[in-house]
């Protein structure tokens, strides 16, 4: 099976949704996705200096 390529702006728009509240799960079901792929999509996008929001509403809500 060959190597599905994904734009950086479809890769941002599932980060986006997996930091919105949709669960790794809904997303693999949704658009057929690998777990992996999704875990280093969002791992780069922590990695490049991007503050994921689920982080910053913890904090604002929880005080986490």
Same mark, same amino acid.
């Given at each position: 099976m060959g190597k599905n390529s994904y734009t950086d702006e479809f890769k941002k728009q599932i980060v986006m949704l997996y930091q919105n509240g949709k669960s790794i799960i809904e997303i =693999?079901?949704?658009?057929? =996705?690998?777990?992996?792929? =999704?875990y280093n999509w969002i791992k780069s996008f922590d990695n490049s200096g991007y503050i994921p929001w689920k982080w910053i509403r913890c904090a604002i809500i929880r005080n986490c």
């Open positions: =693999i079901n949704e658009y057929g =996705i690998s777990k992996s792929a =999704i």
